[in-house]
Structures are given as C-alpha cells and as structure tokens.
C-alpha cells in the first residue's frame, strides 16, 4: 500500500491557523487522499478528500501539491475543540484482498493551546 | 441517538473467555466493519462486511471472528480472548450508494469504541 508520513505531533495557539502537512511520494494518479480525525475518547471522524484540486468545506481545507507527492490540512482557525490526531489515508488500498478499507498510520496528534 | 452503537464500552475479561462486542447502525448503510486501535499503531482493519452476506477478512483476523445478523448488526467474537487482544476497538459504517464517486471512495462512520482488557 502507498504509505503516508506525517510528522507525529503539532502545537497550535488558539485562533491561529494550523498545517498538518502529509508526504505520499509513492502515491498512483488514480489515489485519493482522504483526512480522518479523531477526537480524544471518540472514534475518527471524516475530515476531508480529494484528488488533484485543492479542496475547501466547512471543517477545513486541503491543498494538494501540483505533483501529488505532499498534501496540508489546513485548520483556518483552530478551536481547543480541533485537538485531535489527524490522519491523512490514501484510497483505495493496493491490496488484493480489499476494495474499501480505510489504512491508516499513526497520525499527528494536534495540541491547541489557549 | 447516536447512529453508531457499540456495546459494552468498557469490557475487563480473562483470558480464554469467549467475548462478543456488538456493533449496531442506524444509518441504512450496507457496509461495516471493525477495527483495533492499539497505542503508536493506529487503527488496523479486522474483519468487514459489504452486506448481510459477504464477510471478508482484514488484516488481522486470526483469533477473531464475525457475525452479520443483518444490515444493521455487526458482531465481532473473540473466542478464547488472550492478553494481547487488549486493545480499543471501533465499528464502523459506510454506504456504497452515496460515497465519493465509484473511484473515490465513501466516508466511514465509526462509531464510540469498545475498550477491552484481557487480564
């Protein structure tokens, strides 16, 4: 599977924007990339996607790089409420076996400071 | 209501019993899946369920196993639960029919989590 590096922790002041970058060099033309977080004491929960154009919702942003190799979650404007660990997964898996299951790494914990 | 149920919470059990975590939904959706969440390891992928009666293995299956007793009901067994089972484990949900488009995947649903200790 196409693997996805992310840096293991963040800090953030409150109300500052946040960049959770994400490095997939070995990412194919036809891999989406998708955000989940995931709340202390919750389970993850679907952040934001894309494929090639930068995308914007009402959670966050995602910009993706022209070559695809990197991608950054941007928080505009991080609340305590954004602590979390944010995972950026590439779909669909490579494996033979499964055709929709979301592989994910260890993450970035996020800390926000008041 | 929370759309994604999980029963028990908190379960502490020794080891050789026989345990069921009980995973119900909501949402209509027809695929389920579970998952462990073990600290510095993410989330690995257990057993999932495309509808009531396709069942496949994940990536960690051995000592598992799984019941799909409808489309709302997902359940993970483990029948002779052993220490390093210990870990926290989360059901979730996905619908084939409104996700990203056929290439770009749909969003899972998880539900609260299920932690269990094997003592």
């Known amino acids: 599977d196409a693997k996805t590096t992310q840096p293991n922790s963040m800090e953030s002041n409150e109300e500052e924007p946040v960049h959770l970058p994400c490095n997939h060099s070995t990412i194919s033309g036809t891999d989406y990339i998708h955000w989940y977080r995931q709340l202390p004491s919750q389970g993850p929960e679907y952040v934001i996607h894309g494929l090639t154009s930068n995308v914007n919702n009402r959670m966050a942003s995602l910009a993706i790089a022209e070559d695809r190799k990197s991608s950054t979650l941007i928080l505009h404007r991080a609340t305590l409420r954004d602590a979390a660990v944010y995972y950026c997964?590439?779909?669909?898996?490579?494996?033979?076996?499964?055709?929709?299951?979301?592989?994910f790494g260890t993450g970035t914990r996020l800390q926000v400071f008041p | 209501d929370a759309d994604v149920t999980q029963t028990p919470r908190n379960r502490i059990t020794k080891t050789g019993k026989r345990i069921m975590l009980e995973c119900s939904q909501t949402k209509g959706h027809d695929r389920m899946y579970w998952y462990r969440q073990d600290p510095g390891l993410g989330l690995r992928l257990i057993y999932y369920s495309f509808d009531v009666k396709d069942i496949n293995k994940g990536e960690i299956s051995d000592g598992y196993s799984v019941s799909r007793q409808a489309q709302a009901k997902f359940s993970l067994s483990l029948e002779s639960a052993i220490p390093n089972q210990t870990a926290l484990y989360f059901c979730?949900?996905?619908?084939?029919?409104?996700?990203?488009?056929?290439?770009?995947?749909?969003?899972?649903?998880f539900g609260p989590g299920t932690r269990l200790t094997v003592l």
């Open positions: 979730a949900t996905s619908d084939k029919g409104t996700g990203f488009g056929l290439a770009g995947g749909s969003e899972q649903f």
């Open positions: 997964i590439l779909w669909p898996p490579r494996r033979s076996y499964n055709t929709d299951k979301l592989i």
